[in-house]
């Protein structure tokens, strides 16, 4: 088994998206050994590791409300109530807000009006 770099590793850390990017630093964080109360508290300052506040997600979700139908069919990013990016290609919409400052966008499917209902298989 071949062993990956260090700069193989942030190289792919860089293309992330900002949730897998959250989830990796919860990892790190485990394999510190950091647990909830120190991750907040000096440990992970004295770390130089700044935590990720998360966002009231109810202005993002009253947006999808108001502007569902205009945007049937495409993934949205939304940031705070904002629309950050859309389009039909996921991925395109992930690369633009990656191209932006934003750190924790809501990113969604907005399913067609004629869709069929999902089950949950």
Do not use: C
Not at 32 to 39: A, F, K, N, T
Not at 75 to 100: F, M, R, S
């Amino acid at each position: 088994m071949s062993r990956l770099t260090y700069d193989q590793i942030a190289g792919a850390i860089t293309e992330l998206p900002q949730f897998d990017k959250q989830r990796l630093f919860g990892f790190l964080l485990d394999q510190l050994g950091l647990s909830g109360e120190q991750r907040n508290g000096s440990e992970v300052a004295a770390a130089g590791i700044a935590e990720i506040e998360a966002p009231d997600p109810r202005p993002n979700y009253q947006w999808l409300e108001d502007h569902k139908d205009e945007f049937r069919g495409q993934w949205v990013a939304l940031y705070n109530g904002e629309l950050i990016a859309h389009g039909a290609d996921g991925v395109e919409v992930v690369k633009a807000v990656n191209q932006t400052d934003v750190k924790t966008p809501l990113i969604h499917f907005i399913e067609p009006a004629d869709a069929p209902p999902f089950a949950g298989f």
